[in-house]
C-alpha cells in the first residue's frame, strides 16, 4: 500500500500563528489602565469605609445633661404676606431612661422655655423621646417619629429619615415626602458663633428650592432641613424651613404665604 495522506484534524487545518512583537505590544496599554481603574477603585472603596465615629459619640444621652439653645422661631400670618420672628432661650434637658413596648432603650427629654423678664424662671412645655434602636436613633416630636442617626458615620451615608412619617393621606405632612438624609462633613471642624467645634457631623435633610422667593409674583417654595452635631456634646444647630408663596391670583390681589409655612432655628448656647 502507497503513503496514506496525513490524517485532517482540528490542530491540522488551524496551525498556530505566532503573535507578532507588535501585536502584543499593543494590549499593553489597556492593561495599565486596567490596573489603574482597579487600583483607584480600592483606594475608592476603603475611603466610604471610613468611619468617623458612632450614634453615641455625636449623641450622648444621659439621665442629666442639658443643652441650652436660642431658639428663633419665624411665624407665617394666615393669608399674610410678612412674617414675624420670635426668639426664646430653651434648655433640654434629658429627665429620665426607660425601655418602649420593643424592649429598645428609650430616653425622656423635656424643653423648657426661660421667661423673658425673670431668667431665673423656666417652664416646661414640650417633651420629646429618643429611641436607639439598633444601628438606628429614633426621635419622637410633635407626633411624628423621625430617624435623625444612624450607623455607620460616614461621609456620604444616605437614608430615608422620615419613612415613619404617614406623608399620603395627611396633606400638611405631604411635604415631609421623599426626603433624604444625608452625612455630610463628617468628622470636620464647624464654628457656631465664637464657639468652634473640632468634630462634628452635620446631617442634611432636605435641600429644594422652587422658583425666587424675592418675586412674589410668581409661585415659590422652599423646604431646607439640616441638623449638626457636636462629638461628646450632640445637637449643637438645627435649621428648618417649609414655606411656600401663592402669587396675586382672583382670591388674593397681594398674594400670600400657605397655611403651613414656618421656620425656625436652634443655636447651642451651653452645654453641661
Given at each position: ?215 412674589r409674583s410668581r409661585f415659590s417654595s422652599i423646604d431646607v432641613a439640616r441638623e449638626v452635631y457636636a462629638k461628646g ?18 382670591s388674593s390681589a397681594t398674594g400670600y404665604f400657605e397655611p403651613g409655612s414656618f421656620a425656625l432655628t436652634l443655636s ?5
Amino acid at each position: 500500500m502507497g503513503n496514506r495522506p496525513p490524517l485532517l484534524t482540528l490542530k491540522n487545518l488551524r496551525p498556530g500563528i505566532p503573535i507578532p512583537y507588535q501585536l502584543r505590544s499593543a494590549y499593553l496599554p489597556y492593561i495599565i489602565i486596567l490596573l489603574v481603574i482597579s487600583l483607584l477603585s480600592a483606594c475608592s472603596g476603603k475611603a466610604e469605609l471610613a468611619l468617623a465615629g458612632t450614634i453615641g459619640d455625636y449623641m450622648p444621652l444621659q439621665t442629666g445633661r442639658s443643652l441650652t439653645y436660642r431658639l428663633d422661631s419665624t411665624l407665617y400670618p394666615a393669608q399674610g404676606t410678612a412674617t414675624l420672628v420670635r426668639s426664646h432661650v430653651v434648655c433640654d434637658r434629658v429627665v429620665g431612661e426607660d425601655r418602649d413596648l420593643q424592649g429598645r432603650p428609650l430616653w425622656r427629654i423635656v424643653r423648657a422655655f426661660r421667661n423673658p423678664v425673670d431668667t431665673t424662671k423656666w417652664t416646661d412645655r414640650e417633651q420629646f423621646l429618643a429611641i436607639l434602636a439598633g444601628n438606628t436613633l429614633e426621635w419622637v416630636e410633635d407626633n411624628l417619629r423621625t430617624i435623625r442617626l444612624v450607623n455607620p458615620v460616614r461621609e456620604g451615608y444616605t437614608w430615608e429619615g422620615n419613612r415613619f412619617v404617614n406623608t399620603i393621606t395627611d396633606p400638611a405632612r405631604q411635604y415631609l415626602d421623599g426626603w433624604k438624609f444625608t452625612y455630610l462633613e463628617a468628622g470636620k471642624a464647624w464654628r457656631l458663633g465664637d464657639r468652634s467645634f473640632p468634630e462634628t457631623l452635620t446631617v442634611r435633610q432636605q435641600e429644594d428650592r422652587v422658583g425666587n422667593p424675592a418675586d412674589r409674583s410668581r409661585f415659590s417654595s422652599i423646604d431646607v432641613a439640616r441638623e449638626v452635631y457636636a462629638k461628646g456634646i450632640g445637637l449643637v444647630y438645627r435649621e428648618v424651613r417649609h414655606e411656600v408663596w401663592q402669587p396675586p391670583n382672583a382670591s388674593s390681589a397681594t398674594g400670600y404665604f400657605e397655611p403651613g409655612s414656618f421656620a425656625l432655628t436652634l443655636s447651642l448656647v451651653s452645654n453641661n
